[in-house]
């Protein structure tokens, strides 16, 4: 029980590395919120949650809107007294192409992977208690350390989140609040299976290829499973990683060292 009395919130927590991670948080302790802006999803969630016994609040918002974001942070700050750790992983990718006309894509995958980050951390950071051991935890991407074509909106925000989490972990560390990023490789998640399917038509091969070209890359040659970020995310909220802050941590099999 490593988060025994916390209070945990997580963006994006009703789907793939969110929910991974909301749940192993719930396992050990810990109260958690799961904001999504999918009433589906956090249906879903939170009915499993509840069947499992796990202390768990549904939150539909829109990390994009302020206003939402004020709101939501408030009703956990009413009902539990404080937020101990902020797990920002809300995101969306695509391809978005240089040649293209419209603009739409690259402002929807900025406005929700860097400025979402931002308006959570922003009044998190508010309720966030001093010198009590709290985290944020960033999820970014092994995009955030090299480049891949088409996909400069994604690139740009996982390069950026790794940014903000070395900026901010010097700004609260008075506090006592620690930040750091996860940044996975390739996961079994449905967003990825996503990014293979555009991925492979933009280069004119089939997704089996695509995969294969995608795992050969990995010197462990395999995918990462969802249990692995999680249980990575789960140490570095817990008190045993005190000594660890503006770190961009790669879990992705050896496929980027940087």
Request: with cysteine; hydrophobic share 40%; charged share 20%.
């Amino acid at each position: 029980m490593m988060l025994a009395g916390r209070v945990a919130l997580v963006t994006g927590g009703g789907t793939g590395i969110g929910r991974a991670i909301s749940e192993i948080f719930a396992r050990n302790g810990a109260r958690v919120a799961i904001a999504s802006r999918n009433p589906s999803h956090l249906e879903k969630v939170s009915q499993e949650f509840k069947e499992s016994g796990f202390s768990c609040m549904a939150l539909q918002m829109d990390v994009r809107e302020k206003k939402e974001v004020q709101h939501s942070v408030a009703k956990v700050k009413e009902t539990w007294a404080a937020i101990d750790i902020l797990v920002n992983n809300a995101g969306i990718s695509g391809l978005n192409r240089m040649d293209e006309e419209n603009d739409g894509r690259w402002h929807d995958i900025l406005q929700t992977n860097l400025t979402g980050m931002y308006f959570m951390t922003k009044e998190v950071l508010k309720v966030m208690r001093d010198d009590s051991d709290g985290r944020i935890i960033n999820v970014s991407s092994v995009l955030g350390k090299f480049g891949v074509p088409g996909y400069s909106a994604y690139c740009t925000t996982k390069h950026g989140m790794i940014g903000f989490t070395r900026a901010l972990a010097l700004e609260v560390v008075n506090r006592g609040i620690t930040v750091n990023a996860i940044c996975p490789g390739w996961v079994e998640t449905e967003m990825a299976h996503s990014g293979m399917r555009e991925s492979a038509s933009y280069q004119g091969i089939t997704v089996e290829e695509f995969k294969r070209q995608a795992i050969e890359a990995v010197p462990i040659r395999r995918f990462i499973e969802l249990e692995e970020v999680a249980h990575l995310a789960l140490y570095l909220a817990s008190k045993k990683a005190g000594g660890i802050t503006g770190q961009a941590i790669n879990i992705c099999g050896g496929q980027t060292m940087v």
